[in-house]
T-cell receptor, first 111, second 115 residues
C-alpha cells in the first residue's frame, strides 16, 4: 500500500528564511506527486504537481519541489518565505487508483 | 480513533444513474469538505459543510450535484444522472471546526467510474 510521510509536524521560520519541507513516500509503481497548501480559513489549493519529465517542478507563489526517485522523496522548497506563507502544507501521492495524503506540516512564518 | 471513512471506495454507474458517496468524519469533527480529482489534475474544492448547514458550495456544479451533512449520519455527496465526465476520485476531509492552520484529515477517496 502507498504511504506518505511528512516528518516535520510544525515548522517555524522568520521571514526571508529558506524553507524545505520533507515528503517521503512508499510505493512500488509509477506515481504522481502533489503539494497542496491550505491557508487559514480557506480550502486546499494545488501548489504544484509532478507527473513526468523534469524532476524539478516549479509551482505557484515561488514554490518548487524536486522529485528524487532514488530517495522516494518530493521535498518542497522556497528560497525566501513570507509571512503570508503561514499555512498547512500537504504532500500527496497518487497512482493506480489510489491517493494518499501526508499528515501535513504547519508552517508559521514570523514577521 | 477511526479516521475519515469514505464508502464505497469504488463505484461503477451507467450513464443516467445516480451515485451516492458517503463520508463519515472523524469522531468529534463537525465540518466536512468534498473535493474532486479529475484524471491528470489536482484536487478541486466542491463544497464545505457543517452539520445541517452548507457553508460554501462555490465549487459545486450547478446541476445534478448536491451534498448534505445531516445531524445524524454521514455526509452524502449525490450525483444525479451521471455522465462520463463525472468519472473521478472524490475525496472527503473533516475538521473539528473552522481551521486555524491545520487539523484537517482526509479520507481515502471514492472512485466513481461512469460507463
Amino acid at each position: 500500500a502507498q504511504s506518505v510521510s511528512q516528518h516535520n509536524h510544525h515548522v517555524i521560520l522568520s521571514e526571508a528564511a529558506s524553507l524545505e519541507l520533507g515528503c517521503n513516500y512508499s510505493y512500488g509503481g509509477t506515481v504522481n506527486l502533489f503539494w497542496y497548501v491550505q491557508y487559514p480559513g480557506q480550502h486546499l489549493q494545488l501548489l504544484l504537481k509532478y507527473f513526468s519529465g523534469d524532476p524539478l517542478v516549479k509551482g505557484i507563489k515561488g514554490f518548487e519541489a524536486e522529485f528524487i526517485k532514488s530517495k522516494f522523496s518530493f521535498n518542497l522548497r522556497k528560497p525566501s518565505v513570507q509571512w503570508s506563507d503561514t499555512a498547512e502544507y500537504f504532500c500527496a501521492v497518487s497512482g493506480n487508483n489510489d491517493m494518499r495524503f501526508g499528515a501535513g506540516t504547519r508552517l508559521t512564518v514570523k514577521p | 480513533n477511526a479516521g475519515v471513512m469514505q464508502n464505497p471506495r469504488h463505484l461503477v454507474r451507467r450513464r443516467g444513474q445516480e451515485a451516492r458517496l458517503r463520508c463519515s468524519p472523524m469522531k468529534g469533527h463537525s465540518h466536512v469538505y468534498w473535493y474532486r480529482q479529475l484524471p491528470e489534475e489536482g484536487l478541486k474544492f466542491m463544497v464545505y459543510l457543517q452539520k445541517e448547514n452548507i457553508i460554501d458550495e462555490s465549487g459545486m456544479p450547478k446541476e445534478r450535484f448536491s451534498a448534505e451533512f445531516p445531524k445524524e449520519g454521514p455526509s452524502i455527496l449525490r450525483i444525479q444522472q451521471v455522465v462520463r465526465g463525472d468519472s473521478a476520485a472524490y475525496f472527503c476531509a473533516s475538521s473539528p471546526g473552522t481551521h486555524q492552520g491545520g487539523t484537517i484529515y482526509f479520507g481515502e477517496g471514492s472512485w466513481l467510474t461512469v460507463v
